[in-house]
T-cell receptor, first 115, second 115 residues
Framework: AQTVTQSQPEMSVQEAETVTLSCTYD???????LFWYKQPPSRQMILVIR??????QNATENRFSVNFQKAAKSFSLKISDSQLGDAAMYFC????????????FGQGTELSVKP | GAVVSQHPSWVICKSGTSVKIECRSL??????MFWYRQFPKQSLMLMAT?????????EQGVEKDKFLINHASLTLSTLTVTSAHPEDSSFYIC???????????FGNGTRLTVT
């Protein structure tokens, strides 16, 4: 079974600085998708960034970028120029269409941003 | 963008009663909906996958007779918590997608408190 692991329960970053959140996963499949979701105190799930496993190029969305290492099964999220509004729970997630397309989430990392 | 509406946002019920949570896709037809449960400071745990017109597929350890899922139309799935107990108190989140390759869209969640 696929698993997703986030080994950092909490992280802290100074406003305007850069922070990296770690995520590793375990799968025997070659075709899958990886995601980072943000969950602010409102509990609404917000998609931050998405990566297709077949793409070698790392995905980027404005201040958010990933470091996707397929062989190492690693998928870290880098947040540049951190803003107060970035404070939230961040979940790494895995999806494979062979498993009905369901999302499997990591444990989450709570990010705090210091002014 | 695609909108998923979940109702109610919060509900309090007495132990032993049943409560129904609705998940609606407002501007698209959802072939598949997923129901998640989230305890405070924890990750989203998939409870079941709901496909329109067929029986839901439950994850291991989830009691299908306690958590009744109905996906009678392409825009509505319901989760009924039967004979609720205080340990069922949690945050329930649904998500929906148009097709297998389409992205998932999340509802705002329902906070259930059983007294």
């Amino acid at each position: 079974a696929q698993t997703v692991t986030q080994s950092q329960p909490e992280m802290s970053v100074q406003e305007a600085e850069t922070v990296t959140l770690s995520c590793t996963y375990d799968t025997s499949e070659s075709d899958y998708y990886l995601f980072w979701y943000k969950q602010p105190p409102s509990r609404q799930m917000i998609l931050v960034i998405r990566q297709e496993a077949y793409k070698q190029q790392n995905a980027t969305e404005n201040r958010f970028s990933v470091n996707f290492q397929k062989a190492a099964k690693s998928f870290s999220l880098k947040i540049s120029d951190s803003q107060l509004g970035d404070a939230a729970m961040y979940f790494c997630a895995y999806r494979s269409d062979n498993q009905g397309g369901k999302l499997i989430f990591g444990q989450g990392t709570e990010l705090s941003v210091k002014p | 963008g695609a909108v998923v509406s979940q109702h109610p946002s919060w509900v309090i019920c007495k132990s032993g009663t049943s409560v129904k949570i609705e998940c609606r896709s407002l501007d698209f037809q959802a072939t598949t909906m997923f129901w998640y449960r989230q305890f405070p400071k924890q990750s989203l745990m998939l409870m079941a996958t709901s496909n329109e017109g067929s029986k839901a597929t439950y994850e291991q350890g989830v009691e299908k007779d306690k958590f009744l899922i109905n996906h009678a139309s392409l825009t509505l799935s319901t989760l009924t918590v039967t004979s609720a107990h205080p340990e069922d108190s949690s945050f329930y989140i649904c998500s929906a997608r148009r097709s297998q390759m389409a992205p998932l869209h999340f509802g705002n969640g329902t906070r259930l408190t059983v007294t």
